[in-house]
């Protein structure tokens, strides 16, 4: 994947020790609160990408994502996979969401986005920038155990590293589980934890 969209962001090249967690499908009831609970005891700043149906349903949270300093991106209005659907109805779901979600940043559902909606979205919104990653913690997979996910994680991370969590319900075992630990371990390790962006001013850091 990392071949054929070259142009997509995968990872920060750096050499600073500086993580970059992001949080897909929230904001969520329980686990966002968690998530946000858990970054703050760290002094650590995240990503989150929405969908845009669970922002309305609770703008609350989604403020709180943003009182709190935290980045913020689309992740579309109801999740959908972009092999799946056509172009005109990916764009809709995009434009959609962006009526509740105000950023620079783009994650696609699945990861799965064909190279005719990747140009389209770009030239509609010039400066989006696709967020892809390199870790993805497997915290969704209902197969594989908290332990597991946290030590994937644990081992794949490296300075400038994307690394994928979700703040859902099918997530929420492994997430509660890993996130605690990665934070722990990494911030003892040296590290520190940044968004994608400032919120401020929706511009790469």
């Not at 500086?18 to 002094?43: I, S």
Request: hydrophobic share 40%; glycine share 6%; charged share 20%.
């Amino acid at each position: 994947m990392r071949v054929l969209y070259p142009a997509l962001t995968w990872r920060i090249p750096t050499r600073e020790k500086v993580l970059y967690l992001t949080f897909d499908d929230g904001p969520h009831e329980t686990a966002t609160p968690f998530v946000l609970d858990q970054l703050k005891q760290y002094g650590a700043r995240a990503s989150f990408f929405c969908i845009g149906k669970n922002v309305a349903a609770y703008p609350e949270i989604y403020q709180r994502i943003l009182a709190d300093g935290h980045a913020v991106g689309n992740h579309t209005q109801h999740h959908v996979n972009g092999w799946k659907v056509s172009d005109e109805l990916y764009q809709k779901e995009v434009a959609d969401a962006a009526q509740l979600i105000h950023s620079d940043l783009f994650r696609p559902p699945y990861g799965r986005i064909k190279r005719a909606q990747q140009q389209k979205l770009q030239q509609q919104n010039p400066g989006l920038n696709i967020i892809m990653w390199d870790v993805l913690s497997g915290d969704f997979d209902t197969d594989i155990s908290p332990e597991a996910c946290l030590g994937y994680v644990l081992y794949h991370s490296k300075p400038g590293s994307i690394i994928v969590f979700h703040d859902s319900t099918k997530a929420w075992s492994r997430m509660q589980y890993a996130l605690p630990r990665v934070l722990a371990h990494f911030s003892k390790a040296g590290y520190r934890f940044a968004a994608l962006t400032t919120p401020e001013k929706g511009m790469p850091v």
